[in-house]
């Protein structure tokens, strides 16, 4: 089975300074897809942004972008100008095509946004 | 924006209970999930479906059963509950190839 290291549990991020979210991930696959979810104290488990596999360039959404490194199987988030409301559990998945629809999720990074 | 509700946020129940945690989705995905969320654990995932009737065993499906009669409607069963099943429970679904979308998840507590 695929496996999937977040080595940081936690970290911290000065409000409007700039964090980067670690990843990495075991797969003898060519074709997969990556993941980045968010969930908040409220529990709610929200897709941040998604990346495929086949795709050289990074993903970006707003203030999120990641650093998609293939040979490495590294999948790193940065997160830019970072909010109060950025504060959360990061978790970091992994999706094959190959092995039926399961997901490998890593164990996740709490967030935490100084003011 | 496709939409996944579990029935409940938070649930209690007495050890040796049979327990159903219903999760419904409205975006016709053929693929759901039961995720039980623990400290430390991270996401393992109980069971999975691929469409309706079927069922496939994930990491840690002993204590539990599903049942998928609907596409719409996935539910999880805990047929006689243990106070170490006491956890946050997650579903989802996801197309064949996209992201998991997620409910907002129930804490079970069993005492």
């Known amino acids: 089975a695929q496996t999937v290291t977040q080595s940081q549990p936690e970290m911290s991020v000065q409000e409007a300074e700039t964090v980067t979210l670690s990843c990495t ?10 993941f ?9 488990m929200i897709l941040v942004i998604r990346q495929e596999a086949y795709k050289q360039q990074n993903a970006t959404e707003n203030r999120f972008s990641v650093n998609f490194q293939k040979a490495a199987k590294s999948f790193s988030l940065k997160i830019s100008d970072s909010q109060l409301g950025d504060a959360a559990m990061y978790f970091c998945a992994y999706r094959s095509p190959l ?4 997901f490998y999720f890593g164990t996740g990074t709490s967030l935490t946004v100084i003011p | 924006d496709v ?34 969320q623990d400290p430390g654990l991270g996401l393992r995932l109980i069971y999975f479906s691929y469409d309706v009737k079927m069922k496939e065993k994930g990491d840690i499906p002993e204590g539990y059963s ?23 429970y997650l579903c989802a679904s996801s197309p064949p190839r996209g992201a998991l979308h997620f409910g907002n998840g129930t804490r079970l507590t069993v005492t």
């Open chain 1, 25 to 34: 991930y075991d797969t003898s696959e060519s074709d997969y897809y990556l």
């Open chain 1, 36 to 44: 980045w979810y968010k969930q908040p104290p409220s529990r709610q």
């Open chain 1, 99 to 102: 092995t039926g629809n399961q």
């Open chain 2, 3 to 36: 939409k996944v509700t579990q029935s409940s946020r938070y649930l209690v129940k007495r050890t040796g209970e049979k327990v159903f945690l219903e999760c419904v989705q409205d975006m016709d995905h053929e693929n759901m999930f039961w995720y039980r």
């Open chain 2, 66 to 88: 599903v049942s998928r009669e609907k596409k719409e409607r996935f539910s999880l069963i805990l047929e006689s509950a243990s106070t170490n099943q006491t956890s946050m």
